[in-house]
DNA sequence: CAGCTTTTTGCAACCGGTTGCATAAATCCT
DNA sequence: AGGATTTATGCAACCGGTTGCAAAAAGCTG
């Protein structure tokens, strides 16, 4: 049924050798042979198996790309950004959904039974010793939007959530707002905790702010509205710096129902700068994360280790800027 | 480096067979021989390479996930449903992104030198003979929100678009609207040409309607809200029926920037049911697509194919309902 | 315990490729 | 032209598993 290279080497009259060098770039083979062999497999629409071939070359060009963030649209962005960028350098993206996972060990021992050349770890709520048990797997792992740290002990790549968190309070203080809050996503997840960290830190540096702190259930829009409804049975802040964009519209939501006007009575920053935060009527003041950049300097991490197995450990992070819409006061004029 | 079924039948003093047997659900392996193995892989960390068992099986479990919606949220819904499906099934999606590609020739190839068990064509925008080609280069193929046709070439499982426009028409009468309008995604996608000849057929049957048609250049916010902002520079139609929800959603932004009150003025119709049609501040009527149930299907379908690769080709179709949410006037009541 | 069945085991060939090595063919040089 | 190099080719072993087959071991019967 399948066509394999043995019929092509007796169709061109060669040697299976002469077949597969045929095949691979810069092996040693006469023009004349190749042609020869280039004929026969295309009168047979012969393609190689590249399985087969990994046996021996060790490389199946197979990358785990390793996600649980099937909720929010940011990820079918990242999605795009991953599976295209990987297919352009001739890989090829396996896909695991852990779903409520959050231990490796399943999805390790999967992605070494299908012999990956590597695996792109894509979480931002996902524990510390996740993506190293790839690496101490021998899976060479890159963690990108994984947590930052002085000392990675897998490549990481991804925004310093905590430098996020003060650029909040910064922002928030910069605008005159005095009583703010934060409204964090799930308390479990890395980035949550290090927002929640910076945000704290900074405000020690600002004595004339008030602050409240809550968490949302999860990154998404009915999470964000609920726990938006919690807060308003109470007063509410003047400033709220939301985990996530999705749950920034879902506050929104929540705020538009009570009659509150935004950015008047109270402002809302999200983070993340999804394509639908700049929808008109949504129209959200939040923080870009460059996605793009990091999924590119990712690939490229996972590029690098590919030839080079052992390579040290690196953190790259990117900076993240504020992008003005609607739902945030002016900075007041300068002058 | 990589601890082989050589390594382990060493150390637990057996041959090769034993244990590859040991790992193969019903081999005639004795309790002790099986016990030995399974101490020594243990003990070395051993799993069995999938790929290399793949060459003399026949089947690497592998399902290629073929797409080119990246743009569109309800589609990460879908790659949710379907990659916890296939994982669910022990089998391992190999995701194909194939942004603007809209030949099968690359996949085709890419697909089989992997050799994929089965591939999942998840598109509605697709040619109608994209999936098929799959079939005719040998592996067996689901066509998932596929265009029905009652002599499929391939497996098909999806909705009936022309029933879907047809159940546009009839919603829009039975509320009392007169001057329609459909407002279809990009031309050349099967669904919308197919929910257009749907909405002209009904309309054929209602003498009393006036209908206008225009087509967004994609199914996007943006696209959406352009092309209502086009529509709006002359007096408006009482009802849209747009192609897709997020179709919807940009449509509706423009109406609200203009000033038009919905349902009121103007009604939108969308299709699909996304997440976000149901977000409060959205609250979108519209035709649900039962995408789990499509999902579902496609992979017993999958399973099934699996077993028996000539199985004849059939063709699913699931009804669609309308949602009643505020972007349509309610029906009268009945009495 | 012999004789017959059934179960377990190892050998060896195979899946579809790659690659080191020795040899054959082509090319270069004087 | 003849010898020295360089390039091209095929053989055979190997990658990490599976599997048909025959032989060995175990189980059963009387």
Not at 131 to 156: C, K, L
Not at 219 to 230: D, K, L
Not at 256 to 264: L, Q
Not at 308 to 335: Q, S
Request: net charge neutral.
């Amino acid at each position: 049924m399948a066509v394999t290279l043995k019929d092509v080497a007796e169709l061109a009259g060669v040697s299976r050798s002469a077949v597969s060098r045929s095949f691979t770039e810069g092996a040693s083979v006469s023009a004349r042979t190749r042609a020869k062999v280039e004929k026969a497999a295309r009168e047979l629409g012969y393609s190689p198996n590249a399985l087969a071939s990994s046996l021996t070359t060790g490389r199946t060009k197979l990358i785990g790309l390793v996600s649980n963030n099937f909720h929010n649209p940011i990820f079918l962005e990242i999605f795009d950004l991953f599976t295209r960028g990987l297919q352009e350098r001739g890989l090829r993206p396996l896909l695991v959904n852990l779903s409520d996972e959050t231990a490796p060990g399943n999805s390790v021992r999967m992605l070494r039974q299908y012999s990956v050349d590597g695996a792109i770890v894509a979480s931002s709520t996902l524990p510390t010793d996740f993506a190293p048990a790839f690496h101490e797997a021998g899976i060479p792992v890159v963690n990108a939007f994984g947590r930052y740290a002085s000392d990675p002990r897998v490549h990481t790549v991804g925004i310093d959530n905590i430098a996020c968190g003060r650029l909040a309070v910064k922002s928030f203080a910069a605008r005159g707002y005095r009583r703010i809050a934060f409204m964090g996503g799930p308390e479990a997840a890395t980035s949550t905790q290090d927002r929640h960290a910076g945000f704290m830190a900074e405000l020690a540096a600002h004595p004339g702010l008030e602050a409240s702190i809550s968490f949302a259930g999860a990154y998404s829009f009915e999470a964000g509205r609920r726990e938006m409804q919690r807060l308003l049975q109470a007063p509410p802040a003047e400033a709220y710096f939301c985990g996530d964009d999705v749950l920034s519209i879902g506050a929104l939501s929540a705020l538009r129902d009570h009659g509150v006007s935004v950015p008047e009575e109270v402002g809302v920053l999200g983070l993340n700068d999804m394509e639908m935060a700049g929808w008109a009527g949504i129209d959200l003041t939040t923080i870009h994360q460059p996605i793009r950049q990091i999924v590119t300097s990712s690939i490229e991490l996972m590029m690098a280790m590919l030839g080079e197995p052992d390579r040290y450990p690196e953190a790259r992070v990117f900076p993240c800027r504020i992008i003005e819409r609607a739902t945030l006061r002016p900075l007041p004029e300068a002058g």
